[in-house]
Each structure stands twice: as C-alpha cells, then as structure tokens.
C-alpha cells in the first residue's frame, strides 16, 4: 500500500534551519505531483510548497516563499522541503502529500490522494 513517511522536524530557535524529507512508498512516485502542507493548533490545514513529477515547476506560499525550497530525488522516492530563517509562526505539524494524477490545483488539499503521519517543528522565539 501506499506510505509517505516525513521525517526531520524538530525544536528550532527563530532564524535557524531544517530540512524535512518524505521518503514515499508503494506507488511510482516519479508519475506524482508532491506537496508540503502545515496545520498549527486550532487551525486549518495549509499549503506550503508544491512540485511537479519532473522537478522543474515549484509553487510556494507567499508566507514561506524565499525562505523555503521544496526539492525531490526520484531516484530515491523522495520529496524534501528545506526551510531557512524559520519564524515562530512556522511552528505547526508539515505533511507530505502526493498530487492525484488528475490533479491541477496544487496548493488545494482536495486534490492530493495519500498523506503522511506528520512531523512537527516548532520554532522558538
């Protein structure tokens, strides 16, 4: 069955880094579009960063755009996001997603299929 494990969160104080990775299996992940969402505490779900299957168109929220980079390995079946100058206001639980092949909206969570678990960063101020 499909499995998209995210790893690499953590606690980070303000303007540091992290990368997370999502490490995806049980489907051909090079045919997929992959994305980043975030949930913080009471709040809904939001988009992050997107990429194509070829790697070469990214999409990015205008909250991280500049300071993150989402980035894939298909040979490795997997997706990273590298966030740099983290705010606090970053601090949220990130989920990977794959894109559904009919998909065109990218930054909507209706149209990506299987989901990771999750890994939180939170970023202190």
């Known amino acids: 069955q499909v499995q998209l494990v995210e790893s690499g969160g953590g606690l980070v104080q303000a303007g540091g880094s992290l990368r997370l990775s999502c490490a995806a299996s049980?489907?051909?992940?090079?045919?997929?579009?992959m994305g980043w969402f975030r949930q913080a505490p009471g709040k809904e779900r939001e988009f992050v960063a997107a990429?194509?299957?070829?790697?070469?168109?990214?999409y990015y929220a205008d909250s991280v755009k500049g300071r993150f980079t989402i980035s894939r390995e298909n040979a490795k079946n997997t997706v990273y996001l590298q966030m740099n100058s983290l705010k606090p206001e970053d601090t949220a639980v990130y989920y990977c997603?794959?894109?559904?092949?009919?998909?065109?909206?990218?930054?909507?969570?209706?149209?990506?299929?299987?989901w990771g678990q999750g890994t939180q960063v939170t970023v202190s101020s």
């Open positions: 990429i194509s299957w070829s790697g070469r168109s990214t």
């Open positions: 997603a794959n894109l559904k092949l009919s998909g065109t909206t990218y930054y909507a969570p209706r149209e990506y299929d299987y």
């Open positions: 049980g489907l051909t992940f090079s045919r997929y579009g």
